[in-house]
Structures are given as C-alpha cells and as structure tokens.
C-alpha cells in the first residue's frame, strides 16, 4: 500500500507564491517513481501540470506554467515538491501528487494523493 498527502494549499494573491508538498510513504522505493503534478478546477478536466524523473532531473512541465512553477524532490525524505510563483487566478484548482510513469495522461500513474486546494485571488 502506497499513500500520498499533499500539503502547502491554501489563499494567495495574484503575484503571490506557494509551495505544496507531497510526502510518500508505505511499500514504495520512491526513487524508483517519477513524481508528476496535476491539477483540477471546478467543472474542467484533471490536466498534467509537470513530472520529476526518480532521479530528480530532468523535469517536465506544461507550457502555461513553465518559469513560474518548479519541480524538486529529496529522495531520502520520500518528498517531492512544487513551488508556485506568479500565481494566477487560472492557477485556482485542486492540485495532486501521482506516482508513476513519465507521461502526461493520468492514465499512466499508479498512485495518487488525495489533494490540495489552491485558490489564487485576483
């Protein structure tokens, strides 16, 4: 059993920043799993955010966030990070952690938490 929470949600202003967490623990050897990031606003689809390889390098990320949003992990904390600048009020969404392949479908990930609400004020 593989558990994932996620952490670090919350209000911000436009221009503001957060940083959420997403810690694993349970029968996974996590450097062994990519880490992607999705996220979900009211009445849209899940949609790929960005992923971490097991190794922490390289990272992917979908184009409406790259140079604002950042992708890191620790290995040894079983920990893996998005860091959020910039924020827009199309940022608002509820954001999950996943485990699994390197993708951006959810299909493709085995594991997943259970999520973290970000709403980002204009």
């Known amino acids: 059993q593989v558990q994932l929470v996620e952490s670090g949600g919350g209000l911000v202003q436009a221009g503001g920043s957060l940083r959420l967490s997403c810690a694993a623990s349970?029968?996974?050897?996590?450097?062994?799993?990519?880490m992607g990031w999705f996220r979900q606003a009211p009445g849209k689809e899940r949609e790929f955010v960005g992923v971490?390889?097991?190794?922490?390098?390289?990272?992917y990320y979908v184009d409406s966030v790259k140079g604002r949003f950042l992708i890191s992990r620790d290995n040894a904390k079983n920990t893996v990070t998005l860091q959020m600048n910039s924020l827009k009020p199309e940022d608002t969404a509820v954001y999950y952690c996943?485990?699994?392949?390197?993708?951006?479908?959810?299909?493709?990930?085995?594991?997943w938490g259970q999520g973290t609400q970000v709403t980002v004020s204009s």
């Open positions: 349970g029968r996974i050897t996590f450097s062994s799993y990519n």
């Open positions: 996943a485990a699994g392949g390197w993708d951006t479908s959810i299909d493709r990930y085995n594991y």
């Open positions: 971490i390889s097991g190794s922490g390098s390289p990272t």
